[in-house]
T-cell receptor, first 115, second 117 residues
């Protein structure tokens, strides 16, 4: 069974810092990896999706890298802002049979950026 | 609509009652997923539809849970004889298709918060 772990569980930083959120997964036979943002009481917003054949994806101040063989992904947030405060979730899909499509999630990193 | 919608946004029910949760996927999305998120946890997979059929229902916790998607669009998650442990946020997601060349990016609705008293 795929296990996804996210470190740290919570992070509190002043505005302007560059941040690194970590995600690891036990089964390296993934199809893709997605990073999501979840605001309190809200659904999930997709931030970045990395295919298993890719090494990284960038969107604005966000950069996600993927090392499939070692089972790791990193979300880098540059010049953090208070509006970045949210829970960040990492999720993978497996490259295998009928499980293709279902997402396996970590428990998330709760980020607080204070002014 | 522009995104995935779910109704109701909140549902409070009593133990033992029957509930239905509805999901409207993005138009044209053939794949639809249900997840359940308990407090402080990441979402957990329940069931996946490709078109009208359930391609993978291995995440349903027991036979009190059932989901349908009769016309390949709207889906309903049905929970019989609700228990307090069913309290959670139920999330629905859709994606365009599930093929090797597809990115299979999933787009989520706002969720339904179910509280069983």
């Amino acid at each position: 069974k795929q296990e996804v772990t996210q470190i740290p569980a919570a992070l509190s930083v002043p505005e302007g810092e560059n941040l690194v959120l970590n995600c690891s997964f036990t089964d390296s036979a993934i199809y893709n990896l997605q990073w999501f943002r979840q605001d309190p009481g809200k659904g999930l917003t997709s931030l970045l999706l990395i295919q298993s054949s890719q090494r990284e994806q960038t969107s604005g101040r966000l950069n996600a890298s993927l090392d499939k063989s070692s089972g790791r992904s990193t979300l880098y947030i540059a010049a953090s802002q208070p509006g970045d405060s949210a829970t960040y979730l990492c999720a993978v899909t497996l490259d295998r049979g009928s499980t293709l499509g279902r997402l396996y999630f970590g428990r998330g990193t709760q980020l607080t950026v204070w002014p | 609509g522009a995104g995935v919608s779910q109704t109701p946004s909140n549902k409070v029910t009593e133990k033992g009652k029957y509930v239905e949760l509805r999901c409207d996927p993005i138009s044209g999305h053939t794949a639809l997923y249900w997840y359940r998120q308990s407090l402080g946890q990441g979402p957990e997979f329940l069931i996946y539809f490709q078109g009208t059929g359930a391609a993978d229902d291995s995440g349903l916790p027991n036979d009190r849970f059932f989901a349908v998607r009769p016309e390949g669009s709207v889906s309903t998650l049905k929970i019989q004889r609700t228990e307090r442990g069913d309290s959670a946020v139920y999330l629905c997601a859709s994606s365009l298709r599930e093929l090797a060349e597809s990115y299979n990016e999933q787009f989520f609705g706002p969720g339904t918060r179910l509280t069983v008293l």
